[in-house]
């Protein structure tokens, strides 16, 4: 097993089974010259960037509704360039969506800040697995998904309403785990709530919340696998 998992299809996932591997990504320790030329480019054009830890894959399969899979930390210096080298690289990258549905239906997700490596890009609050996610070396997904949400936005989702099920979506270009997560507010009242706290924040890494209120509702930036969870939800699947 390498990565063998349906792409470009909607899975159900009842169980993930990613584990964190103590030792180095091969991606790392075969490209760290290049990596470290990359890095200085990369802190040039955007000095706000920090070289902390992410996790890449080395392993995703989908068997019997479940992710299994193997990754390594890496530092975040390694996965700038794994991003432009993806390709046949032995790694891949997955990450989770707390997908926030409004109790209006509504779709609240953000738009990222212009300090940011994926600056006006539009999808829900997220970011990469890091070591702090995995338990016993299993990751949270759950734990990430509140965590990212929490520092993106100011909203905590510990006691929101959850969806039965994850569902993943695997592309070229990445896996999204993702799971409804239901606030009974309306969405206008909990974009309201998020831009009153990246108003307060110093350095907000978002712009401030997007609103998408039914499937044909798709915002200017919207990142590219967002459309199709767009789709499903107004779809009423899941």
């Known amino acids: 097993m390498r990565f063998d998992l349906p792409r470009n299809v909607i899975l159900p996932v009842d169980a993930v089974d990613v584990r964190l591997d103590p030792g180095p990504h091969p991606f790392a320790l075969d490209n760290a010259e290049a990596i470290a030329e990359n890095w200085q480019r990369e802190i040039s054009a955007n000095p706000a960037l920090f070289d902390g ?106 006691i929101a309403e959850r969806g039965h099920r994850y569902h993943a979506l695997s592309t070229n270009s990445g896996t999204v785990i993702f799971r409804r997560y239901h606030e009974p507010a309306p969405a206008d009242e909990i974009a309201r709530r998020i831009s009153a706290f990246v108003a307060a924040e110093t350095d907000p890494e978002i712009e401030g919340p997007v609103i998408i209120r039914h499937a044909a509702d798709l915002p200017d930036g919207l990142s590219a696998h967002m459309k199709p969870l767009i789709e499903w939800h107004f779809a009423g699947k899941g």
């Open 53 to 158: 830890t992410v996790v890449l894959l080395s392993q995703l399969a989908w068997r019997d509704n479940s992710l299994v899979g193997r990754c390594h930390a890496v530092n975040y210096s390694t996965f700038m360039l794994w991003r432009k080298r993806r390709e046949n690289s032995g790694a891949e990258h997955a990450y989770a969506h707390a997908m926030l549905v409004a109790g209006d239906n509504a779709l609240v997700a953000i738009r990222m800040g212009p300090h940011t490596v994926n600056a006006g890009r539009v999808y829900f609050a997220a970011g990469s697995f890091e070591p702090i996610d995995f338990r016993d070396g299993l990751v949270d997904v759950d734990f990430n998904m509140i965590r990212e949400v929490r520092e993106e936005t100011g909203l905590d989702l510990s």
